[in-house]
């Protein structure tokens, strides 16, 4: 019978799962418990809180929470979910993935997006994907293109009958004149 601390882990983590953008799952085994303490610190300002829990609580809160069963696959040795609250997942991916790179024992497994399960080079793509405000720069960039090309286009079209009509006026002063 499971006791009442396991209920509310489970619940807690499939609270967590329902309201982050993003859950990476990572073995946090060899790290001691100030470096833990560090890299939640280092999060905090991301809006990421890492949480250790156990394997099985974290499978009972997935399949509570409805993501994919295939994530049992990443719930093998000790793991630690950092669950993502910030908009800008890639910031926050970024974070642990440099962590994981320095510390050489922090090692990501994978990821939860919603309710699909991400391999560990799928999170490191999201790790390499620039900042939010950069790629909603691209986007306006891209809406931006064709309509300037479009006004360059009409704007030719402009010029190039004001350089007729300047020349017709020009040709007529001059057999007026001459």
Do not use: C, W
Not at 149 to 175: F, H, N, P, S
């Amino acid at each position: 019978m499971p006791t009442t601390k396991k209920v509310d882990t489970v619940k807690e983590i499939a609270d967590e799962l329902a309201n982050s953008q993003l859950a990476v799952l990572a073995d946090y085994r060899g790290l001691t418990v100030a470096e833990i303490g560090q890299l939640r610190r280092q999060l905090r300002e991301g809006e990421t809180q890492l949480m250790v829990a156990k394997n099985t609580l974290i499978k009972r809160a997935a399949a509570q929470s409805g993501v994919e069963s295939s994530v049992e696959q990443f719930l093998a040795g000790p793991t630690a979910v950092a669950f993502v609250h910030s908009t800008d997942i890639a910031k926050s991916a970024k974070a642990l993935s440099t962590y994981a790179r320095a510390s050489k024992v922090f090692v990501i497994k994978g990821g939860i997006l919603g309710k699909r399960v991400l391999a560990a080079d799928l999170v490191q793509q999201l790790a390499d994907l620039p900042p939010r405000e950069v790629l909603l720069a691209r986007v306006v960039g891209g809406m931006q293109a064709p309509i300037s090309g479009l006004v360059t286009v009409l704007g030719g079209t402009v010029r190039g009958l004001m350089y007729v009509l300047q020349a017709r006026k020009d040709q007529l002063t001059a057999e007026q004149g001459g």
